[in-house]
């Protein structure tokens, strides 16, 4: 228990941060939005789920990438608020942060205390450890509003927030801004404040940090030190407190084909296709699959060869070999629209496995009787879980699509030739 002039100060220094938390909307939202929340199907759609507590974290994307946060506290840090920011699909745009919608994405909120302070010096306060069910390439790190300013009867003390990359799988990654960060510096290693001047109105990018960093590489985990510069004014002005806000979303490859056949869309994972994975629509976040922003347009791959789909006989199959680069077992699948209906049916699907470390496979078709000439598309999925790729379309938690125009040259069969038995006239 604290004594009654501690405790005071410590009523009063959240007081000081609400009152400051409502002139700006970056921090913290899980104030209105309650403890332990988590996202709602909406029409259906795809969920984001998060929970959240003092010791861990837990959220499913809707590709279905489970992500975890282990909590280190150092020294006598204890967790005094363990809320949930629910996703909201609807989210406005946010001027710190890309996706510009990265606040549709639920985050963790935390209210740390009581932690060593040393005035006007450092503090790490503790470490988060984010760690994901398959390895994920360049996830994004989305900060909001972490920091703490109090003040009582006239004395203040501020507590600028600083990152510290510590670790990671299979190494430890690196930093690059990505948007935001006012008065803040971002390099290879950690995220800290370009100047501490004290007395100023705290705000994103004075005390508090806001803004979106990505955590370069292809991991399963990486580990941030959350820390605290103190700025003391006068005297102390309470129990010590930190906000720490924070979203994490992830690449995908998205389907090029026109909106009949389905959008599909993939986590970007250490599974590709070909020579390499493209990150689409990296300017917002999406809770269903989606098409891509009209940049790659179906193009032909190198590997794909012009006479790939040429004179191909209906009641016969054809066979395509497809370069892939995969790491652990996976499954590859493919649709060709042979009926050029626009839409990929069951009877157009082959499917095989992928061996551990295999650089290729081969897909087979039998080719149905309703196959016709002239340009098509192609549909190739990749992922580690089969049962994500058994559709054309919806998400798949690793790996990538790949939709291509084609040119489909079909060709009967040849009649039979019969041979005649003439027979004697009795």
Same mark, same amino acid.
């Given at each position: 228990?604290?004594? #009654?002039?501690?405790? /005071? ?80 699909? =609807? ?22 205390? #009581? ?28 900060? =909001? ?41 971002? /390099?290879?290693?950690? !995220? ?18 806001? @803004? ?22 006068? &005297?102390?002005? $309470? ?40 990150? %689409?629509?990296?300017? /917002? ?11 790659? #347009? ?16 209906? @009641? ?13 077992? =996976?499954?590859?699948? @493919? ?13 157009? *699907? ?7 470390? %295999?650089? $290729? ?8 009787? &309703? =196959? ?7 549909? *190739?999925?990749?992922?580690? %879980? ?7 379309? &919806? ?10 125009? !084609? ?20």
């Amino acid at each position: 228990m604290l004594p #009654n002039s501690q405790l /005071t100060r410590g009523i009063v220094a959240l007081a000081f941060t609400a009152t400051m938390i409502a002139s700006f909307t970056a921090i913290p939202e899980a104030l209105a939005a309650g403890r332990g929340a988590a996202s709602e199907s909406r029409g259906g759609a795809p969920e984001w789920t998060m929970t959240n507590s003092s010791a861990r974290a837990r959220s499913v994307t809707p590709s279905g990438v489970v992500m975890t946060v282990e909590k280190t506290l150092h020294g006598p840090t204890t967790v005094s608020r363990a809320d949930t920011v629910k996703a909201n699909p =609807a989210a406005p745009p946010d001027e710190y942060l890309i996706p510009e919608n990265a606040k549709a994405a639920p985050a963790v909120s935390d209210l740390y205390e #009581n932690f060593n302070v040393r005035p006007n010096g450092w503090t790490d306060i503790v470490t988060l450890t984010f760690t994901f069910s398959r390895p994920v390439r360049n996830p994004r790190l989305h900060i =909001a509003g972490t920091g703490g300013s109090a003040g009582y009867e006239g004395d203040r003390e501020d507590y600028w927030s600083g990152l510290r990359l510590s670790g990671g799988e299979p190494s430890t990654p690196t930093f690059s801004k990505v948007a935001g960060f006012p008065g803040f510096e971002v /390099t290879d290693s950690e !995220i800290v404040p370009a100047d501490v001047i004290p007395g100023l109105e705290p705000t994103c990018g004075v005390i508090y940090m806001c @803004g979106t960093a990505q955590v370069n590489g292809t991991l399963t985990s990486f580990s941030v030190d959350l820390r605290a510069r103190n700025v003391r004014l006068t &005297g102390p002005a $309470g129990d010590p407190f930190m906000w720490g806000v924070f979203r994490v979303t992830l690449e995908e490859d998205d389907s090029d084909a026109p909106g009949s056949y389905g959008a599909a869309s993939h986590a970007v994972s250490d599974l590709r296709i070909g020579d390499a994975v493209t990150a %689409d629509n990296q300017q /917002t976040v999406s809770f269903a699959p989606r098409r891509t922003d009209g940049s790659d #347009n179906g193009e032909p791959a190198q590997w794909l060869r012009d006479d790939a789909f040429q004179r191909v006989t209906p @009641g016969r199959r054809i066979r395509l070999r497809v370069p892939v680069d995969s790491p652990s077992a =996976a499954t590859l699948a @493919g649709w060709v629209d042979f009926d050029r209906d626009g839409h990929f049916d069951r009877g157009e *699907l082959a499917r095989t496995g992928v061996g551990e470390r %295999d650089r $290729g496979a081969a897909l087979t078709w039998d080719v149905p009787r &309703g =196959a016709r000439s002239g340009q098509t598309w192609l549909r *190739l999925r990749l992922a580690h %879980d089969a049962r994500q790729v058994t559709q054309p379309k &919806g998400w798949a938690a690793t790996g990538e699509v790949e939709d291509h125009q !084609i040119a489909l040259d079909v060709r009967n069969a040849p009649k039979r030739a019969y041979r005649h038995r003439h027979y004697r006239k009795l």
